[in-house]
């Protein structure tokens, strides 16, 4: 059966003290809401309607998705008003599933059961077990038929013992639900339209009412200050470091470990603590991560070593290279198989050949470095002259003394010499030794400074 989902996101998030949109609020580093978005389309929703409020420029130039239909709430009235904002985009043949927009750690597994549970009644709500319900609207039921949600300060005594509450997420008909919408009041102490009234109602017209419930609780728990972001963000990281371990990754403590994207692993796979993965990370069989290293869109071969406080963006390190420690790679930066990026050497936009060695204290920017190429400590590839970025060529089995300055546009050839303290400004031909720097003076019996 066709089916939508609406998704309530019009607040502001006062709590959050922030111009952003409580939504947009990133858990793992996706806004939340988005979260919502991905997983309502993982279970392959015909529609999605998208009830926003407060910030909408910045949701709508910031959230993606397909089918996604914008309903704008002007005045937030209540959780009812909400999703009447969506009433004129609903068919009656279809389902419609319910969700909060600041509930962004629900899986779609507990999802489809909801709309397994939903096939089998009439109305079908999410509802979760707590030790402590206190504030919480509870569920209650009669010959094991839901017939009403009362609040807290409602309940009586017997009532208030109920642990089963409401999460604000559930599924029912587009006709019955559009019924109900036009029924709902707001004669209450807020004036807003509640859509759990619609329980109540249903119940009434003598309809079956049953739940399902997620696998944890903090699935359903929602965010309204920056505490709860933090207690989100952590269950997150320790469901997907669970994951990457069950998978066979190794990591040295999965409370210190962010996945803020996609990870894919090959077998015997290592991560040391506090390593940060963003974006989408591809790392081979046999895959050694030292501890504080963060890497964002990059591809690391077969039996690489990232050693420790090192950062690799938007590059490719090939098979058996070695990086760090504290090495940096930038965008377009290339490690073919078995070459070595050492401590504080940085690189962008740069291709290092297979063997090729840069082990200290170098920048290599918009370069091409041959096979078996040795790069000394102190190197710099000086390729802005302030207006114009130029590229340098150094050949294969060339050899660049230690505190070179390679001034580009500029060729190094194969099996060069380049001695150290040079600045080379014209091109050094194949098998030649360049030396360029200032003649030495030892001035004798010099006299040393004193103290005035």
């Keep these: 059966m066709a089916f939508s989902v609406v998704v309530l996101a019009a607040g502001k998030g006062t709590r959050m003290k922030s111009s952003l949109p409580k939504v947009l609020h990133k858990v793992g580093g996706v806004p939340m809401v988005q979260r919502i978005i991905n997983t309502v389309q993982a279970i392959e929703a015909d529609s999605i309607h998208l009830v926003y409020g407060h910030g909408g420029d910045k949701l709508k130039a910031t959230l993606t998705g397909e089918n996604l239909n914008w ?20 068919n009656d043949d279809e389902d419609v599933l319910v969700l909060v927009g600041d509930a962004p750690l629900i899986r779609q597994e507990t999802l489809a059961q909801l709309k397994a549970v939903k096939a089998e009644c009439d109305l079908a709500l999410l509802t979760v077990e707590l030790d402590d ?22 309940a009586t005594d017997a009532q208030k013992q109920i642990c089963e509450i409401n999460t604000g997420m559930m599924m029912m008909s587009g006709s019955d639900l559009k019924r109900w919408l036009g029924a709902l009041s707001n004669s209450n102490a807020q004036g807003e339209y509640y859509l759990t009234d ?56 999965p409370l210190r470990f962010d996945l803020r994207g996609t990870l894919t692993t090959g077998q015997d ?5 506090n390593a940060v993965v963003e974006g989408n990370v591809i790392l081979g069989n046999n895959v050694t991560i030292g501890p ?132 080379i400004t014209t091109e050094v031909e194949s098998a030649a030794l360049a030396v360029a720097r200032g003649k030495q003076r030892n001035i004798a019996n010099w006299p040393r400074p004193t103290k005035k």
Excluded: W
Excluded at 346 to 356: P, R
């Design 269 to 273: 796979v290592t991560i040391d603590i």
């Design 133 to 154: 319900p206190t504030g919480m609207g509870r569920i209650i039921r009669q010959d094991d038929n839901i017939t009403a949600i009362v609040e807290h300060k409602d």
């Design 198 to 253: 619609v329980i109540e109602m249903a119940a009434n017209e003598g309809k079956r009412i049953q739940s399902a419930q997620p696998q944890e609780v903090v699935e359903v728990e929602g965010v309204n200050n920056r505490i709860q972001l933090a207690h989100l963000e952590r269950a997150l990281q320790l469901r997907q470091a669970n994951e990457l371990m069950t998978n066979g990754v190794a990591l040295a403590d």
């Design 71 to 90: 309903c704008l709430q002007e005045e937030q009235l209540g959780t009812g008003h909400a999703v009447q904002q969506a009433a004129p985009h609903i």
């Design 292 to 423: 504080n290293c963060v890497l964002k869109n990059c591809e690391i071969a077969d039996n690489a070593v990232i050693e420790a406080n090192s950062i690799i963006e938007e590059a490719i390190v090939g098979e058996s290279c070695t990086v760090g420690p504290f090495g940096r790679l930038r965008p377009g930066a290339v490690m073919h198989a078995k070459s070595k990026v050492g401590n504080f050497v940085e690189m962008k936009k740069t291709i290092l050949g297979e063997g090729a060695k840069v082990n200290h204290l170098t920048y290599l920017g918009d370069a091409e470095v041959g096979a078996n190429a040795n790069i000394g400590a102190g190197t710099i590839t000086c390729n802005y002259d302030g207006v114009n970025k130029s590229k340098t060529v150094i050949g294969q089995n060339a050899f660049v003394g230690s505190n070179s300055s390679l001034v580009a546009p500029v060729t190094i050839g194969d099996n060069a010499t380049v001695g150290a303290g040079s600045v």
